[in-house]
């Protein structure tokens, strides 16, 4: 029998004063309808993992909070990888934060924050934008070398 971790946390969208936020909040929407609906490989990040408001259907006041959670069979021997597919996934949104929550019963809990670039923004407000490549990362190990 394994240890249980426990993934969880949220993305905070684009924000409202930007030209058309709206349009930028569809995008991340179809991002995340076209993940994966199965990922094959451990550790998973897959499409039902994560929720994403539809700006023209959910009631959004300002940001689009994409939220997401999932529980895993020690996914810290795998950690570092995790946090690689997240961040793959976070080079294809528009986003200013994000902020992941590991819970676990073998190397204890830990907090990760991703801060979009302050430069981005301007990308975001063009007829083709540009989603967040560029952020300041912090937080806990990014590897528990188990």
Do not use: C
């Amino acid at each position: 029998m394994g240890h249980i971790s426990i993934v969880y946390g949220n993305i905070i969208g684009p924000s409202w004063k930007t030209t058309d936020h709206h349009k930028l909040q569809r995008l991340n929407k179809t991002v995340i309808e076209n993940l994966p609906v199965a990922d094959e490989d451990f550790p998973w990040l897959s499409q039902r993992m994560f929720l994403a408001p539809d700006p023209d259907k959910d009631p959004l006041y300002r940001e689009q909070v994409i939220v997401f959670g999932a529980s895993y069979k020690s996914v810290e021997y795998e950690w570092e990888q995790w946090l690689e597919k997240f961040e793959t996934i976070l080079r294809q949104l528009y986003w200013s934060s994000a902020t992941v929550q590991l819970e676990t019963e073998l190397v204890g809990n830990h907090t990760y924050q991703w801060l979009g670039d302050i430069n981005q923004p301007g990308n975001w407000t063009t007829d083709d934008p540009h989603p967040t490549t560029l952020w300041e990362f912090g937080g806990g190990p990014r590897n528990f070398n188990l």
